[in-house]
């Protein structure tokens, strides 16, 4: 079984025994998370939100380590501009303990689909009717145009 979990931004395929780097968590001890999607052994995926919200992910923190450096510098050729600058995450490394999948639903809601018992038409208002289609409208006639002006003899 694995699940998905969304930590710093970021998701991450984790299953039980996993050790996960995920971006800097202050908390110490254990931190719970609830997963985006669960997945079984046998293929069925809860991915249902009142569902996932009853299920928990465990993870135990180890501590804290930093990625690799990102040197970033910034030229402009022949102007003398020149910036340097530098990034270095710190990470938190956990281990993934538990996955906690929520309780199987009681309910008579999937008893009575699997029994094929009906539901009650509901009450809807009836379908508004939708306005005739436009007819196209006349042609009107064609304006004539003015006469060109004949140029003046003798001038």
């Known amino acids: 079984m694995y699940a998905i979990i969304r930590a710093g931004g970021k998701q991450a395929k984790v ?5 996960v780097d995920v971006e800097r968590i202050k908390d ?3 931190v719970t998370f609830t997963p985006l999607l669960i997945v079984e052994k046998n293929g069925t995926v809860i991915s249902d939100r009142k569902e996932l919200s009853k299920a928990k992910v465990t993870a135990e923190v180890l501590g804290e380590s930093s990625g690799p450096k990102v040197d970033i510098f910034k030229y402009k050729a022949k102007t003398g501009y020149r910036r340097r600058a530098g990034h270095r995450q710190t990470y938190t490394q956990l281990k ?9 639903a009681k309910g008579g809601a999937k008893k009575a689909a699997t029994t094929g018992a009906k539901e009650a038409p509901s009450k809807k208002e009836p379908a508004a009717k939708k306005p005739a289609a436009k007819k196209p409208a006349a042609k009107k006639p064609a304006a004539k145009k ?3 002006k004949k140029p003046k003899e003798g001038a």
């Open 15 to 19: 299953s039980e025994g996993d050790i």
């Open 96 to 104: 993934i303990k538990k996955i906690q999948k929520p309780a199987p």
């Open 146 to 148: 003015p006469a060109a």
């Open 28 to 30: 110490d001890g254990e």
